[in-house]
């Protein structure tokens, strides 16, 4: 198994700890532990947690709490992982094999696409687009084009819903055409739904679970949340696969940390869940018109509004690849924002809006200085 670099994830690593302004995170500004441990019975329950091996697929309690978010899940129907990332990963490591086909949602965060490489699957786009123009502006996917991308030997549908790095979303009758279209061929069915609660707009995101017996979800604490530091994720699907999954992890980390464990249970709690969400759209709801109002006062940027995730997509106009783009960036004014080309989509920056508003503003001031420097249409 030869893994690929990953080029997004090594971009932000070296980076993101180097710069004045970070606006190349996906997230909202995380959470300080005394703001979830915040009284004084959870304090002292905090500090007498004994730091032994908590159970090894995530506490009874976790999983029920996690359980608890999908229609009929049981806990029996849970894996607790260290982030998504190790969800999607033992996944893969399960679902596919050398010769198989892999068709990914893309624009996409990439991890899924590289894992499947590695394991000697095909992987075959399927295209969110650009459509419509003004007010009506969206990225959307072709479902014909996806009956044509699903063969005999494609082993898993992988979506992103809602999407990094467009925020668009999938609504209910596009998810149950993508599970009409895995039911075909008997392909699984894989949503990693880490941005589902992080909506911009009014309604929650639709949840590919429970719309196909093959159909298995991705997520965790570090987007929606606000948690990231955490390394809380989880897999919920058919509770045999979920079983097969907790020996993969027997091979990878484990166990989740038993404090982490803990303040997760903490976090979802459903008061506490209903709070920390409202608190990740507040700053979502807030900061965009801040980056919606610089966007408009760019010369040759531009944009489809995203409905979910304190992230946008920025269309740019400039004569450089993004990567180089990006690159100037860094270099001349200490800002980093992920190249679209990183992402499968040249001639686009994705900038997270997700800090303090004050830390935002001027952060996109200096891009705003430094793209009039450049010039659009710069030799």
């Not at 441990?37 to 091996?53: C, K, M, V």
Request: with cysteine; proline share 5%; aromatic share 6%.
């Amino acid at each position: 198994m030869k893994l690929e670099t990953f080029a997004l994830e090594r971009f932000q690593s070296e980076w993101e700890n180097q710069v004045a302004w970070n606006v190349a995170e996906s997230g909202v500004q995380p959470l300080r532990v005394g703001e979830v441990i915040d009284t004084p019975e959870l304090h002292d329950a905090l500090l007498q947690l004994e730091l032994g091996y908590p159970q090894t697929n995530g506490t009874m309690e976790l999983r029920e709490a996690i359980a608890s978010m999908y229609s009929a899940a049981t806990m029996a129907n849970v894996l607790v992982t260290n982030g998504g990332s190790e969800a999607n990963c033992v996944l893969l490591m399960r679902l596919v094999e050398a010769g198989d086909e892999i068709v990914c949602l893309t624009p996409n965060y990439l991890q899924i696409a590289g894992l499947a490489r590695a394991l000697g699957a095909t992987v075959k786009p399927w295209r969110l687009r650009e459509s419509g123009s003004g007010e009506t502006a969206r990225w959307a996917v072709d479902l014909q084009e996806l009956d044509s991308l699903v063969t005999p030997r494609t082993r898993a549908i992988a979506l992103c819903n809602p999407n990094n790095p467009t925020g668009a979303r999938l609504d209910a009758p596009t998810l149950d055409a993508v599970c009409r279209a895995a039911a075909r061929v008997g392909a699984w069915v894989v949503g990693d739904e880490i941005y589902r609660g992080a909506e911009r707009v009014d309604d929650t995101t639709e949840t590919v679970w429970g719309r196909y017996d093959r159909a298995v979800v991705t997520s965790g604490l570090s987007k929606a949340f606000g948690l990231p530091g955490l390394r809380i994720g989880w897999v919920c699907g058919p509770a045999d696969l979920v079983a097969d999954l907790w020996s993969a992890k027997d091979y990878t980390t484990i166990a989740p940390g038993g404090m982490n464990d803990r303040l997760a249970r903490v976090a979802l709690a459903p008061e506490r869940r209903k709070k920390l969400l409202a608190r990740t759209q507040m700053i979502i709801r807030t900061n965009y018109a801040l980056v919606k109002r610089w966007i408009d006062q760019q010369e040759g940027l531009s944009h489809i509004p995203p409905e979910a995730g304190a992230i946008v997509l920025v269309r740019h106009a400039h004569p450089f690849r993004s990567s180089e783009l990006a690159a100037r960036l860094r270099e001349e004014r200490s800002v980093l924002v992920v190249p679209g080309d990183y992402l499968d989509i040249d001639g686009y920056l994705r900038i997270g809006f997700g800090s303090d508003p004050e830390y935002l503003t001027s952060a996109l001031s200096h891009i705003g200085e430094f793209l009039k420097s450049v010039g659009v249409h710069a030799g």
